[in-house]
């Protein structure tokens, strides 16, 4: 298990359980439905209440600052919070992560057309990132990286491996950026992210 101790034996007893947004009467309600502590039990029958979330390393606190985490230290760290926002277990090894020319990533993900692509993932090689992402002191770019450790795990967990490729490919994706948006909310990033693929499968085969 190596790497893993320190981390996922930490988070990993704590199972994933929804994130809620409840908006009522104007009031945003942001909970984790985990460790209930405090309950408010004021309100009458047919009424909702609220708690205070006591679940504090849900993610790491220092994945939601600019504090400088080694690549080293940043992939376990990710891989954790992927662990707890989606239904992947964290893999016994590590990808590896290459840092090129933002020229290699269009080559990469747009067939070498210009585009603002910042990383692809490929099967066997790993996760290529654009130099100047820099993940270890930038959020956003680290959930870019972790986007493209959503594809790892995909791989290493064969999901819709029996899929037609371009139905597979695109529902990755979907999931890749479901899970990169849940992130970004969690660790309280105003950015968000969106995906709409310009291009469509030619018959849908399930």
């Known amino acids: 298990m190596g790497w893993q101790g320190t981390i996922a ?7 994933f359980a929804a994130l809620a947004i409840a908006l009522f009467g104007g009031l945003s309600t942001f909970t984790f ?10 309100t009458g029958p047919g009424m909702y209440s609220t708690y205070t979330d006591t679940h504090s ?17 940043l992939l376990p760290e990710l ?18 992560v290459h840092r090129v020319p933002h020229e290699k990533i269009e080559e990469l993900a ?14 066997g090689e790993g996760i290529y990132i654009d130099a100047a992402l820099k993940p270890e002191t930038d959020i956003f770019a680290r ?7 959503v594809h790892y795990v995909q791989d290493v967990s064969n999901e819709l491996a029996s899929a037609e ?13 479901a899970v990169q948006k849940a992130f970004l909310i ?21």
Request: net charge negative.
């Open 9 to 15: 034996g930490r988070l990993r007893n704590t199972v």
């Open 33 to 42: 439905a985990g460790t209930k502590a405090e309950k408010d039990s004021s």
């Open 57 to 73: 390393d849900f993610i790491s606190d220092e994945l939601r600052n600019t504090d400088a985490i080694p690549m080293e230290d």
């Open 79 to 96: 891989l954790t919070a992927i662990d707890r926002l989606s239904k992947y277990s964290i893999p016994d090894e590590l990808p590896i």
């Open 110 to 123: 747009c067939g070498g057309q210009k585009c603002a692509a910042l990383a692809a993932y490929r099967s």
């Open 143 to 149: 959930s870019i990286l972790l986007h493209e450790l």
């Open 165 to 177: 490729p371009c139905h597979r490919w695109y529902r990755r994706e979907q999931e890749a950026y």
């Open 186 to 206: 969690i660790i309280g990033s105003p950015l968000r992210v969106a995906y709409s693929s310009a291009l469509g499968c030619a018959q849908d085969s399930g």
